[in-house]
């Protein structure tokens, strides 16, 4: 039986996708439609080391799919719906209902459409890219993996957050947490590097990329995470404030009038480290930071003290801790970020092997000495691997 699997990522403007073994993570090609519904779109698509562009505009997501797969005609390989075990899809919000990945059918559909007040920025692109794959492949299983099913696990003192009860119980506010193929990934990578079991290791895993997250993971399980009812509480990111004193949307609302939408928008996208140095990326905020940038150098050092302060409050957490492991495009590449966020914590047993965390490479590997009472792990993630992997797992019952 084929392992094959065709893994999509549909978010609110574009269609990422990658064509990969569940099995062995072998991935056949990938690509993405970018600027969908805009006047000029653009698709790459990848296969062999070759990077195929086009560009035209693509009126929707039905488009998008369709334009994947004539580049899939073109430039190879070929995805005859009998080739593929499943259609993994990327759901960002699967709130408390969902726990494992699901097979989708009309009926869930609905289900996940419920959620779109949760998740209004990403799931109806979701459900979009699920309803069309649906009728592009009619006859190859669709399978769902939301991003919040990893943290179902969170006790409830954790996901709960101090407000009134409807607003728990009508309105389901509470903490969801993100990111958790990823976390999936790496636990299970993290332990493996160790040679612990998974279900017996104790990690904080930092998700850093343009988005950023933290998890304090027991046994594999998660029973802390930054992000919150949406990506946006926790650490700093790209465009993102993360924490910051509720009161402040009422500040601004009364000081500026500004709308809650318009607060919205200006702390999803025009926060974090863009808001703090005017670049959103990490490399340009270290470039300029090395240049003698004192924005860029502030952005930097609440960048990692945020981080700092996270590692601290899941190590008391978890109480008993075999691993800082970092991933996302920052932690796995940032060697000063991660020397900052972690520099003087010998005595919780955290120490960093300056060589060893100055090496870069694309493998998981230790950057803590020898014999370190908590080991510091870099593990390059890898979600639509995991997507695949989980997809086969349902179709395979
Ligand atoms: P991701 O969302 O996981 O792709 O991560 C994107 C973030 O990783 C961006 O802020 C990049 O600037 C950052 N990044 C990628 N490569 C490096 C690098 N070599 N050093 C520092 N940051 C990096």
């Known amino acids: 039986m084929t392992s094959r699997v065709l893994v999509l990522n549909a ?5 990422k996708y990658s064509l990969l073994d569940g099995v062995s993570g072998a991935a056949e090609a990938s690509g993405s439609v970018e600027r969908i519904g805009e006047e000029r779109g653009t698709l790459v698509h990848s296969v062999g080391g070759h990077h195929h562009t086009e560009e035209r505009r693509v009126a929707d997501f039905e488009d998008a799919l369709r334009s994947a797969l004539r580049a899939f005609e073109r430039h190879g ?6 080739t593929l075990a499943a ?6 919000h699967g709130g408390d209902l969902f726990a494992e990945p699901v097979r989708v059918d009309d009926r869930l559909l609905d289900t996940i459409d419920d959620l779109i007040p949760l998740a209004p920025l990403h799931n109806p692109a979701n ?21 919040t099913a990893f943290h179902q696990t969170m006790p409830e003192h954790a996901y709960t957050y101090a407000v009134p009860l409807t607003w728990r119980t009508e309105h389901r506010i509470r903490r969801y947490g993100f990111h958790g193929t990823s976390y999936a990934y790496v636990s299970r990578h993290a332990a493996e590097l160790l040679g612990r079991a998974v279900e017996d290791t104790n990690l904080v895993v930092l998700h850093l990329g343009n988005g950023a997250s933290a998890a304090a993971i027991r046994g594999g399980r998660s029973i802390d995470t930054s992000m919150g009812l949406t990506p946006l509480e926790g650490l700093v990111m790209g465009t993102r404030s993360g924490d910051l004193d509720p009161a402040v949307h009422a500040h601004l609302h009364r000081e500026l009038g500004w709308s809650i939408d318009e607060i919205d928008r200006a ?12 670049a959103n990326d990490f490399r340009e905020v270290t470039r300029r930071r090395a240049a003698g940038d004192t924005d860029a150098s502030l952005a930097f050092d609440v960048y990692a003290y945020r981080v700092r302060k996270y590692v601290g409050a899941y190590y008391a957490v978890l109480g008993e801790l075999h691993a800082v492991v970092f991933t996302g495009g920052i932690g796995q590449h940032s060697a000063e970020l991660r020397a900052a966020a972690l520099g003087g914590l010998s005595m919780l047993g955290i120490d960093l092997d300056p060589d060893r965390n100055d090496a870069s490479g694309a493998q998981a590997r230790v950057v803590s000495p020898d014999g370190a009472q908590v080991a510091v792990l870099v593990v390059p993630t890898n979600e639509e691997w995991e997507i695949a992997r989980q997809a086969l797992g349902v179709v395979d019952g």
């Open 87 to 92: 259609v993994g899809h990327r759901v960002v």
């Open 127 to 147: 459900v979009e890219g699920l309803r069309v794959a649906m009728r592009l492949f009619p006859g190859v299983p669709q399978v769902a993996v939301f991003d």
């Open 267 to 278: 702390l999803n996208r025009e926060s974090g480290l863009r808001g703090l140095s005017g």
């Open 11 to 15: 978010g609110s403007s574009s269609l």
């Open 77 to 82: 390989p070929s995805i005859d719906e009998s």
